[in-house]
């Protein structure tokens, strides 16, 4: 789950740099099904595939849904946003994962993680008010925020789904079906908007970006997620997307020279005591 945070991270630095030269599905379109015919090849020529990872089809659809509407939504709200604000409101993820936990499987987490949650939770939202109090209260979500909080209240069932659906399953398999099964649900979406699928402009920074989303961001991502999901419980699985904005502030600093400021660094230190008592705690 650490290698999930950094690869994640990546996704908020350069996802932002392209965010206004394609449109948000027909990248997360291409970036799924890039990584569908990478991760397909090398299972074929493993022969790792076999006809029963066929049966009930339909869970790699559950799954590839939830992960195609919050790639979606992050790529939209990255058009009115900043990438630090999408990070701090991801690290909200392992407090709805709790939720979730207790509403839909009935498990409720000791006092600690969920003061552990809150903690952390806090930190987030220092940094996505710049440490304004006023702003706090008042409660002044911009658009980019909105948007993004509902993908990752989406994306928070995650954790929740994929080991109720998987039991054993080869990981990398599962992976596969995931982005085939996102692809499909997306190309869908696409025909039915009459969108197009060439994209107007492919600069070579348009085409890294895609290629690092998918070999990264997208099967990297989702093996380490359903590596972690039937072993760890949803609020520790979802606890190491704290350490994202960590990852995002470094990235911003070592390739676009943005020095953090003072604010970034108290939501950070809470973010990182918050973490620090889940890992303690499990």
């Known amino acids: 789950m650490l290698a999930f945070s950094i690869f994640v991270s990546g996704s908020f630095t350069f996802g932002s740099l392209i965010a206004n030269e394609i449109s948000p599905e027909l990248l997360t379109f291409y970036r799924f099904l890039l990584a569908t015919i990478i991760l397909g090849v090398i299972l074929y020529f493993n022969k790792s595939i076999y006809s029963h990872h066929l049966k009930n089809i339909w869970r790699y659809f559950v799954l590839g849904a939830i992960y ?23 690290t909200l993820l392992p407090l709805f994962a709790a939720l979730f936990e207790r509403l ?9 993680i969920w003061a552990a949650l809150i903690l952390s939770g806090m930190g987030a939202l220092w940094i996505i008010f710049e440490g304004s109090i006023n702003g706090l209260f008042q409660f002044r979500f911009e658009e980019g925020e909105a948007i993004f909080l509902v ?25 596969l079906g995931v982005l085939a099964a996102g692809s499909i649900i997306l190309a869908i979406s696409l025909i039915l908007q009459q969108s197009s699928f060439i994209v107007d402009k492919i600069t070579f920074e348009v085409f890294w970006v895609i ?26 699985v979802s ?11 470094l990235n911003d600093f070592v390739f676009f020279k ?25």
């Not at 195609?68 to 991801?90: E, G, H, Q, R, W």
């Not at 290629?211 to 520790?236: Q, T």
């Not at 606890?239 to 502030?249: C, D, G, M, S």
């Open 211 to 236: 290629f690092y989303l998918s070999i990264f961001a997208s099967i990297g991502s989702i093996s380490c997620l359903n590596y972690a999901s039937p072993r760890l419980s949803a609020p520790v």
């Open 68 to 90: 195609s509407i919050y790639f979606v939504f992050m790529f939209v709200a990255l058009k009115y946003t900043t990438t630090v604000s999408t990070a701090a409101i991801f």
């Open 151 to 175: 993908g990752t209240i989406c994306y928070a069932s995650y954790a929740i789904i994929q080991p109720k659906l998987f039991k054993g399953e080869n990981i990398y398999v599962t992976t």
């Open 104 to 112: 839909f499987l009935k498990k409720s987490s000791p006092v600690l």
């Open 258 to 282: 943005i020095a953090p400021n003072m604010n970034m660094i108290v939501g950070a230190m809470l973010i990182a005591l918050g973490l620090l008592i889940l890992i303690y705690r499990s």
């Open 239 to 249: 606890a190491y997307t704290l350490l994202v904005p960590f990852w995002v502030i």
